[in-house]
């Protein structure tokens, strides 16, 4: 898939028949309510245009999967971003991402340079490895106001990008998480999708759960099957990977 752009896809005057069978395919699927997403879907001689914004993160991931899925990641170009614009002010995304960068000690963040506009954050410049680079792009998620995180990293010893290594990014971001108990959780992954099982005090540490897994780079989808019951952890069955 092509990484986010900052343009966005012009307006098509007609319904292609690559553009109806993405819509349909979208529209198919119960995960989100494409009908009501303010997004545009569009062809540029073959290659698929995603423009415009979702409310949650997932919904962004599991829309460009589903395009990827059925026109391959390379006929993709996504410019959608996460919540409406104005949010916060582009300078002050810089100076959150910077302090979040800065404050977790297993980053170099002297290398890294931090851009932002219309709360779309780049990412520029060399960190150590890939399970870094993972957790320096996800760290920005944690601030109101990002709409997009663009990751420019170059990774100086680069490990092989396999579901070993992104359970272990995973779980490294749950570490980071006051939200959440790691040590009640399982993180099973195959072929990018994501299972969480495991069980935690509330829903609130459910949802941050969820969504420390889906701000993870390399992630097609989650199953959540994480349980709800005060006191007491247990780890429970999966059903589907």
Known sequence: MRKQTTRAPAQAT???PLIQQVTSALAADPRFDYAKLPIQVVDHDGLVGLAGWV???????????????????????????????????DVELVRAVQDSLME???????????ACTNGVVGLSGVIDTTLRRRLAAALPWWIPGVREVVDDLSVVYPE????????????????????????????????????????????????????DAWIVEGVRDVVNQIEVAPGGARLGRIDAI
């Open 104 to 114: 977790d000690r297993s980053i170099d963040s002297t290398s890294i340079q931090v």
């Open 55 to 89: 409310p949650e993160l997932r919904d962004k991931r599991r829309i460009e999967q589903v395009v990827a899925d059925l026109v391959g990641p390379t006929n993709v170009e996504s410019c959608l971003v996460i919540g409406p614009p104005n949010q916060r002010p």
């Open 160 to 211: 092989p990008e396999d579901d070993e290594l992104l359970v272990e990014a995973i779980q490294t971001v749950l570490e980071k998480d006051p939200l959440v108990d790691r040590t009640e959780i399982l993180v099973l992954s195959h072929s990018g999708v994501v299972a969480l099982l495991g069980t935690v005090g509330g829903a609130d540490a459910r949802a941050a759960t969820e969504n």
């Open 14 to 16: 007609k319904a292609t």
